[in-house]
């Protein structure tokens, strides 16, 4: 590559040179590097929006195997879509996968825009994910940006600015395409994430070995605690999700969740939330729990501990509660019928999921109920559903 190289551009250039060298050395090896493949690309990135490399490495080639390329995943039922996401979270993102899926096959012949704004007219494809297709498989000169990049671009060259707000913003994608001039802007991309993930990262990073340290205003300044800068502070809200987990016979209840919440499209048992912290005296009485059970006795056999789960807005505060009853609720609001069997052919929450994999231990239990449900749970445990 012809490199335009002056005195302005030296210490970006030498900068670049060494994190690329640092990245052939020390770099892991995984199923998406050193590959030009759009769609197994587009897979990964958006898999690794979400989780760490260990634990995306599963669902990578889970989702692969199924999905091998864009007309499978196009022609793929959401529902199918869904179960190999599940436990991923951000369940928009599949959903949206799909929709592209189904565009570009439909459309485009199955391939992909080569380029960083063509590939941001594909539904789902945002900055980040154009920015690293294009340069990873058609060799555009545009930077990846993600949070590994902010904090070393940070770092490196003192921004002292949010780097969420559009001042820090402007001034990280400037030192990163000034860098990025040291090499291909694939392998460059790559080099850089890889650096962040692996040496310079968020919380005490090793800078007594790292070989930048002479050329990086943070460790010379004594800042690299404080940088990267972020002026967002979220709003984190608690909500209380209360699952009734219905025994009618050989069946339980699943409901779907809708637009405009977590989880959309999966299926939960059918669920009343509340606003605070509730007794099970108290979620007896509520009007929901009337409207569904009150013309019989439904009789609660436990209560799970609550479990905690942490979501990017929201925590919620879970417990799950096994009813017993032995007529058919007065469920109105789309709930099916399924039975035990076949509950675990639908895609469900991870925190669901742990559920019916038995590993919520119940507080509280009614002697009556406890042989039979006892049963169920060791079937679980066996693998029998
Ligand atoms: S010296 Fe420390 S802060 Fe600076 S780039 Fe290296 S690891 Fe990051």
Redesign the pocket.
């Known amino acids: 590559m012809h490199v335009f190289f002056s005195r302005k551009y030296n210490g970006f250039f030498m900068i670049g040179i060494k994190i690329i060298g640092w990245y052939e050395q020390n770099k892991r090896t995984l199923p998406w590097r050193d590959i030009v493949n759009p769609y197994n690309i587009w897979v990964s990135e958006i898999i690794l929006q979400q989780t760490r490399v260990n634990q995306g490495l599963s669902y990578y080639h889970k989702f692969i195997e199924h999905f091998p390329d864009i007309f499978s995943l196009a022609k793929a039922n959401m529902d199918d879509v869904l179960k190999i996401w599940q436990g991923l979270g951000y369940y928009s993102r599949a959903r949206n996968m799909h929709a592209a899926a189904v565009f570009l096959a439909d459309q485009c012949g199955g391939k992909f825009p080569e380029t960083y704004s063509g590939l941001l007219k594909v539904k789902g494809i945002g900055d980040y994910t154009a920015s690293a297709i294009a340069s990873f498989a058609f060799g555009e000169a545009v930077p990846v940006i993600d949070g590994n990049v902010n ?2 671009m940070a ?2 060259y003192g921004v002292v600015q949010p780097v969420d707000a559009l001042e820090g913003k402007r001034q990280i994608r400037r030192h990163a395409e000034k860098t990025m001039i040291a090499g291909t802007p694939g392998l460059y991309n790559q080099a850089v994430m890889e ?2 993930a692996l ?3 968020p919380h005490k ?9 002479t ?6 300044n004594g800042m ?1 605690s404080l ?1 990267p800068v972020k002026s967002k502070t979220s709003n984190i809200k608690t909500r209380y999700f209360h699952y009734l987990v219905v025994n009618e016979h050989d069946a339980t209840y699943l409901q779907r969740r809708s637009d405009g919440d977590i989880w959309n499209g999966l299926y939960e048992f059918p669920m009343i939330e509340t606003g605070a912290a509730t007794e099970m005296t108290d979620l007896s009485a509520s009007g929901q729990w009337q409207a569904w059970f009150g013309r019989q006795s439904a009789r609660i056999a436990s209560a799970s501990e609550e479990v905690i789960h942490r979501l990017t807005h929201r925590i919620l505060k879970i417990r799950f509660y096994e009813i017993w009853v032995d007529q058919p609720p007065a469920f109105k609001q789309g709930q099916i019928r399924v039975k035990w069997d076949d509950v675990h052919l639908y895609a469900v929450p991870k925190v669901m999921d742990n559920y019916l994999n038995g590993r919520c231990k119940p507080v509280l239990s009614l002697n009556s109920m406890g042989k039979r449900h006892q049963r169920r749970d060791d079937n679980r445990q066996t693998g029998k559903k």
């Open positions: 904090r070393v770092r490196l650096f962040g040496q310079c990262v990073p090793d800078c007594e070995a790292c070989f930048l340290k050329l990086c205003v943070a460790y010379n690299v940088l």
